[in-house]
């Protein structure tokens, strides 16, 4: 049994980092996306879809053939909000790449016994042991949805 009371460093360590990296992440992303054109778009493509469902439901040819006629434009939009969310992306991929190679891997990943435990949370029957690939994962997804959140970065936005 592992002795909770003992918390190591290295699980604040984790989360602080992950609160870091995805703090200068979303911020470049603010920086870097147009949040009005993005707003925009994607009033537009919920526009067209709920145009579509009506033409599928109701059999409307003539609507039908508009959403149709749409379409492409609706793609290329799709593709424009696709690239506008990927630019932070490409930007910050070699540098975190960087650290987890340099930094986390040589530091929490020992060869004779592979990845070290850094935090432990209560489960059913007893504990899991978190290794550092996992509490970064879990830190960064809850990091990130907050500072999305927090900077107003949501996929339409809002």
């Known amino acids: 049994m592992v002795d909770l009371t003992v918390i190591p460093y290295s699980t604040f360590f984790i989360l602080l980092l992950s609160l870091f990296v995805s703090f ?11 949040r009005e054109q993005m707003r925009a778009w994607s009033q537009e493509i919920a526009a067209w879809r709920d145009d579509s469902l009506k033409a599928t439901r109701t059999g409307d040819k003539k609507l039908m053939a508009k959403v149709k006629k749409q379409q492409k434009q609706i793609m290329q939009l799709q593709s424009k909000m696709t690239w506008q969310s990927m630019k ?71």
């Open 24 to 34: 200068i992440t979303s911020f470049t992303n603010r920086l870097l996306t147009n």
């Open 88 to 158: 932070t992306s490409f930007l910050w991929f070699i540098p975190l790449m960087l650290l987890w190679w340099f930094f986390l891997t040589p530091t929490y990943n020992k060869p004779e016994i592979g990845p070290v435990a850094v935090a432990y949370l209560p489960g059913i029957g007893g504990e899991w042991a978190l290794s550092y690939i996992y509490w970064y994962l879990l830190c960064s997804i809850f990091s990130g949805a907050l500072l999305a959140r927090l900077l107003g970065l949501g996929m339409g936005g809002d």
